[in-house]
């Protein structure tokens, strides 16, 4: 009734009221914890809306030295720009230095954080080291430049520091001063070298795209051609592969190469060929080519160089997709084995094959299976993947078990390059961290010396390499770090507290997993395969065919083909039809129905070769539809017969056939290799037999007879004509002459009437028949051109 009494608005008693409170409190208490909790964020934002800080844009430039020492001037050159609606007045550019930096996990949420906040950032440096703006009008910017002693900076110990660039001023809606923007960055500062040093291997990709098609020219060269000449952009002044031959030659870098760069810059070294839509035009850039390949030799000689598989394929893939795809990972086998003989052919340097670089660095247990299936024994893989649950860095060799060891690159060493670095101000910020991120490593346990490993991107952007070249240069007095080639730190004393379970594949990350190549991917890398196989085995001369579409298998696994599906799909299919078009080069030539009549004939099939080279090693199947009506080959319904013909020539294949009864008989022509796998599609065509009875042939025989006999006798009739008439017209002539008495004779003209002689006219039907031999029933010899 109490209750009742409170729904129904009656006032409850004082001990009710007291148990309601108790129980509200109980009830808000938790929420009322995540208010809290939540609070300071939500204040210092509002605090940072409410001050107006990020109205101006401060960007931090240059910055020099990177790593300067007590007795070096610190000079910062930037700008500040104007992004509110009001103009700014009486403003002034700071530097902001301190706290010391005390972990790596510190120095990362600097970098994360956003606008001023008060209390959160140093104060000023002040005094004289000031730039003054006396007005910055909304949407203008205006350059500043501050250069600071490093011993009036107030850097005590060695260590990191947050340097700060800020720009106070006041507006008109608030005229007092107040922060309005702020960049931040750090500087790593350790004058004296320390006592151990950090061994460093920082790998330098020379990774690009696949260029290079399955065609090549007809020529004896065979001219390679290329899908397009972008490659050409990359290799010239200012383009990417430039900068990174140019840059790495003065750095203490290990080179990282994939083989089919090399082979693909060789090529354009000579004579080669560019797509231009539905044809093909010479390519221009052989001088470009040379240029390059001359100065990376000239880089590598006396450095370490590590070959990755030819075409750089994707491991990851592969152990997800691939490997139950027969053949692929035996492909993988034949592009490690061809990496070190195009290094050696090209560069003239031994490179080490003992690499394998997942995609990031992420791997599982299948990757790892996958990435040492080909002979190596050390696996690229990354922090993020690799984790540890350590105050410090570990070194990054790791035994993982069956002779293989995981080279753990440090991810946020790796990663301090990614994304647009194009912005001068992006550069150094980048430049900074790095820097800063390699000091707090060694820092860490500066007693110990550790070996810690770089992978940057795989295809660095030329900005991204210039920016990574500008860091390493920032490391070369080798204050804390030291050199170390990537041998090295593959065999780099390993640390005992280190992780060395290799995680499990739920750990692949999902976004790497979406973009790989699917398991119909490989499977027509398998049918492009199979094709090869059954193409080669007829091929005189193989080695014209066999190694460019071998290479472009390669190509079709590569890891740049990651986020462009569209564009591996139709490379894959590109080079399958140029394929099946070579096939269909050797083929049947269609044959009409043919009439046999008697009982035996020769059947001919016409294999034609439009290939430059000859084919061998074939065999022609003839088949009769109906043993009964016709049979092949001394009795059989199936008749065999090798065929060998040279390039751009055919051959006329010539089948004896028996016919024992009348009517249609289909045939089936079917070219086989000697392995009995068929080659191209069957040919049908049909026989009509038409079979002579023996009382049929009596009749005709006779007919014939009778038809000579009559003829002999007309023949005998006119002779007899002939001679009589001959006779009687002599007696006349001697009488003549007798009636002449003893006048003078004259002599006998020939009577031009007179039509028969004892010799025969050549015109006359008596004439024998030309013997033109009978139609030879053997095979053909090759070398019998094709009409074109």
Same mark, same amino acid.
């Given at each position: 009734?109490?209750?009742?009494?409170?729904?129904?608005? !009656?006032?409850?008693?004082?001990?009710?009221?007291?148990?309601?409170?108790?129980?509200?409190?109980?009830?808000?208490? &938790?929420?009322? *914890?995540?208010?809290?909790?939540?609070?300071?964020? $939500?204040?210092?934002?509002?605090?940072?809306?409410?001050?107006?800080?990020?109205?101006?844009?401060?960007?931090?430039?240059?910055?020099?030295?990177?790593?300067?020492?007590?007795?070096?001037?610190?000079?910062?050159?930037?700008? =500040?720009?104007?992004?509110?609606?009001?103009?700014?007045?009486?403003?002034?550019?700071?530097?902001?230095?301190?706290?010391?930096?005390?972990?790596?996990?510190?120095?990362?949420?600097?970098?994360?954080?956003?606008?001023?906040?008060?209390? /959160?950032?140093?104060?000023?440096?002040?005094?004289?080291?000031?730039?003054?703006?006396?007005?910055?009008?909304?949407?203008?910017?205006?350059?500043? !430049?501050?250069?600071?002693?490093?011993?009036?900076?107030?850097? @005590?110990?060695?260590?990191?520091?947050?340097?700060?660039?800020?720009?106070?001023?006041?507006?008109?809606?608030?005229?007092?001063?107040?922060?309005?923007?702020?960049?931040?960055?750090?500087?790593?500062?350790?004058?004296?070298?320390?006592?151990?040093?950090?061994?460093?291997?920082?790998?330098?990709?020379?990774?690009?795209?696949?260029? =290079?098609?399955?065609?090549?020219?007809?020529?004896?060269?065979?001219?390679?051609?290329?899908?397009?000449?972008?490659?050409?952009?990359?290799?010239?002044?200012?383009?990417?592969?430039?900068?990174?031959?140019?840059?790495?030659?003065?750095?203490?870098?290990?080179?990282?190469?994939?083989?089919?760069?090399?082979?693909?810059?060789?090529?354009?070294?000579?004579?080669?060929?560019?797509?231009?839509?539905?044809?093909?035009?010479?390519?221009?850039?052989?001088?470009?080519?040379?240029?390059?390949?001359?100065?990376?030799?000239?880089?590598?000689?006396?450095?370490?160089?590590?070959?990755?598989?030819?075409?750089?394929?994707?491991?990851?893939?592969?152990?997800?997709?691939?490997?139950?795809?027969?053949?692929?990972?035996?492909?993988?086998?034949?592009?490690?084995?061809?990496?070190?003989?195009?290094?050696?052919?090209?560069?003239?340097?031994?490179?080490?094959?003992?690499?394998?670089?997942?995609?990031?660095?992420?791997?599982?247990?299948?990757?790892?299976?996958? *990435?040492?299936?080909?002979?190596?024994?050390?696996?690229?893989?990354?922090?993020?993947?690799?984790?540890?649950?350590?105050?410090?860095?570990?070194?990054?060799?790791?035994?993982?078990?069956?002779?293989?060891?995981?080279?753990?690159?440090?991810?946020?060493?790796?990663?301090?390059?990614? /994304?647009?670095?194009?912005?001068?101000?992006?550069?150094?910020?980048?430049?900074?961290?790095?820097?800063? $991120?390699?000091?707090?490593?060694?820092?860490? $346990?500066?007693?110990?010396?550790?070996?810690?490993?770089?992978?940057?991107?795989?295809?660095?952007?030329?900005?991204?390499?210039?920016?990574?070249? !500008? *860091?390493?240069?920032?490391?070369?007095?080798?204050?804390?770090?030291?050199?170390?080639?990537?041998?090295?730190?593959?065999?780099?004393? &390993?640390?005992? @507290?280190?992780?060395?379970?290799?995680?499990?594949?739920?750990?692949?990350?999902?976004?790497?997993?979406?973009?790989?190549?699917?398991?119909?991917?490989?499977? $027509?890398?398998?049918?492009?395969?199979?094709?090869?196989?059954?193409?080669? =085995?007829?091929?005189?001369?193989?080695?014209?065919?066999?190694? &460019?579409?071998?290479?472009?298998?390669?190509?079709?696994?590569?890891?740049?083909?990651?986020?462009?599906?569209?564009?591996?799909?139709?490379?894959?299919?590109?080079?399958?039809?140029?394929?099946?078009?070579?096939?269909?080069?050797?083929?049947?030539?269609?044959?009409?129905?043919?009439?046999?009549?008697?009982?035996?004939?020769?059947?001919?099939?016409?294999?034609?070769?439009?290939?430059?080279?000859?084919?061998?090693?074939?065999?022609?199947?003839?088949?009769?539809?109906?043993?009964?009506?016709?049979?092949?080959? /001394?009795?059989?319904?199936?008749?065999?017969?090798?065929?060998?013909?040279?390039?751009?020539?055919?051959?006329?294949?010539?089948?004896?056939?028996?016919?024992?009864?009348?009517?249609?008989?289909?045939?089936?022509?079917?070219?086989?290799?000697?392995?009995?796998? &068929?080659?191209?599609?069957?040919?049908?065509?049909?026989?009509?037999?038409?079979?002579?009875?023996?009382?049929?042939?009596?009749?005709?025989?006779?007919?014939?007879?009778?038809?000579?006999?009559?003829?002999?006798?007309?023949?005998?009739?006119?002779?007899?004509?002939?001679?009589?008439?001959?006779?009687?017209?002599?007696?006349?002539?001697?009488?003549?002459?007798?009636?002449?008495?003893?006048?003078?004779?004259?002599?006998?003209?020939?009577?031009?009437?007179?039509?028969?002689?004892?010799?025969?006219?050549?015109?006359?039907?008596?004439?024998?028949?030309?013997? !033109?031999?009978?139609?030879?029933?053997?095979?053909?010899?090759?070398?019998?051109?094709?009409?074109?």
């Amino acid at each position: 009734m109490a209750e009742a009494a409170d729904i129904q608005g !009656t006032t409850p008693s004082p001990a009710r009221r007291r148990l309601r409170r108790l129980v509200s409190l109980g009830v808000a208490a &938790p929420l009322l *914890a995540g208010f809290l909790q939540g609070l300071p964020t $939500q204040a210092a934002e509002a605090a940072e809306s409410a001050s107006g800080s990020g109205s101006v844009d401060v960007s931090v430039d240059t910055l020099a030295p990177s790593a300067p020492v007590e007795s070096d001037t610190l000079t910062i050159t930037g700008s =500040v720009t104007n992004q509110s609606k009001q103009a700014v007045t009486n403003a002034t550019v700071d530097l902001r230095v301190g706290p010391q930096m005390t972990s790596r996990s510190e120095i990362e949420d600097v970098s994360e954080r956003g606008a001023y906040r008060d209390g /959160g950032d140093p104060p000023p440096l002040g005094g004289a080291y000031t730039v003054k703006i006396p007005e910055l009008g909304a949407g203008l910017s205006r350059d500043f !430049t501050l250069s600071v002693p490093v011993s009036k900076l107030g850097l @005590d110990d060695a260590g990191v520091y947050q340097l700060g660039v800020s720009l106070t001023g006041q507006t008109a809606s608030r005229p007092y001063g107040r922060v309005l923007g702020i960049e931040r960055t750090f500087l790593p500062y350790q004058p004296e070298a320390t006592e151990k040093k950090t061994q460093l291997t920082y790998l330098w990709p020379l990774i690009s795209s696949t260029h =290079v098609s399955a065609e090549t020219g007809p020529d004896l060269q065979q001219t390679p051609v290329f899908e397009n000449d972008d490659l050409a952009s990359e290799l010239a002044p200012g383009g990417r592969l430039h900068e990174m031959v140019a840059l790495g030659k003065d750095l203490p870098v290990t080179w990282v190469i994939d083989p089919d760069l090399l082979a693909s810059v060789d090529a354009m070294t000579r004579s080669y060929k560019v797509k231009s839509g539905r044809t093909e035009i010479a390519g221009r850039n052989q001088d470009i080519a040379k240029r390059w390949l001359a100065a990376l030799e000239k880089a590598v000689q006396g450095r370490k160089v590590v070959a990755l598989p030819f075409a750089d394929p994707d491991l990851a893939s592969l152990a997800h997709h691939g490997k139950d795809v027969p053949g692929s990972l035996s492909h993988l086998q034949q592009a490690t084995a061809l990496a070190s003989t195009t290094v050696e052919t090209v560069l003239h340097v031994k490179p080490s094959t003992d690499f394998s670089w997942p995609v990031d660095g992420a791997v599982d247990p299948s990757i790892m299976s996958v *990435a040492t299936s080909a002979g190596a024994h050390n696996v690229i893989a990354r922090s993020d993947s690799f984790r540890d649950d350590l105050p410090y860095t570990p070194t990054a060799a790791r035994p993982v078990g069956g002779g293989t060891t995981a080279v753990v690159s440090d991810a946020m060493l790796s990663t301090a390059f990614d /994304g647009d670095l194009i912005r001068a101000e992006s550069s150094t910020l980048a430049v900074q961290s790095f820097l800063a $991120q390699s000091l707090a490593v060694t820092l860490e $346990q500066p007693e110990e010396q550790r070996s810690v490993v770089v992978a940057p991107p795989r295809m660095p952007s030329t900005s991204q390499a210039q920016s990574m070249a !500008t *860091a390493l240069q920032g490391l070369s007095t080798q204050r804390w770090t030291q050199p170390l080639d990537l041998t090295g730190a593959a065999t780099a004393k &390993p640390d005992p @507290d280190a992780s060395t379970r290799v995680p499990g594949g739920g750990a692949y990350p999902k976004k790497l997993r979406a973009q790989e190549l699917d398991a119909k991917a490989f499977g $027509q890398m398998k049918q492009t395969r199979d094709q090869l196989d059954d193409f080669q =085995v007829i091929l005189t001369a193989p080695d014209r065919v066999v190694p &460019p579409f071998t290479n472009a298998i390669s190509r079709e696994m590569s890891t740049s083909w990651r986020g462009q599906q569209a564009s591996a799909a139709l490379y894959r299919q590109e080079v399958l039809q140029y394929l099946q078009s070579l096939t269909r080069e050797v083929q049947l030539i269609e044959k009409s129905d043919l009439l046999l009549s008697g009982r035996s004939a020769t059947i001919p099939v016409t294999v034609q070769n439009k290939l430059l080279q000859g084919v061998d090693h074939l065999v022609l199947r003839l088949t009769s539809g109906n043993k009964t009506r016709l049979k092949l080959n /001394g009795g059989d319904a199936v008749a065999e017969l090798p065929v060998k013909i040279e390039g751009g020539h055919s051959q006329s294949v010539k089948f004896t056939a028996s016919a024992n009864a009348n009517g249609p008989v289909p045939m089936t022509a079917q070219l086989y290799t000697e392995d009995g796998t &068929p080659y191209g599609p069957p040919m049908t065509f049909t026989v009509k037999v038409s079979e002579i009875t023996p009382t049929v042939m009596l009749v005709i025989a006779g007919g014939v007879l009778l038809l000579v006999l009559a003829g002999v006798r007309m023949y005998s009739q006119r002779k007899r004509a002939a001679a009589r008439n001959a006779e009687a017209e002599t007696e006349t002539e001697a009488e003549t002459e007798t009636e002449a008495g003893d006048a003078e004779t004259p002599t006998p003209e020939p009577d031009p009437e007179a039509g028969d002689s004892e010799d025969a006219d050549p015109g006359q039907p008596s004439d024998p028949t030309p013997d !033109t031999g009978p139609e030879s029933g053997d095979p053909s010899g090759p070398g019998e051109k094709v009409d074109r």
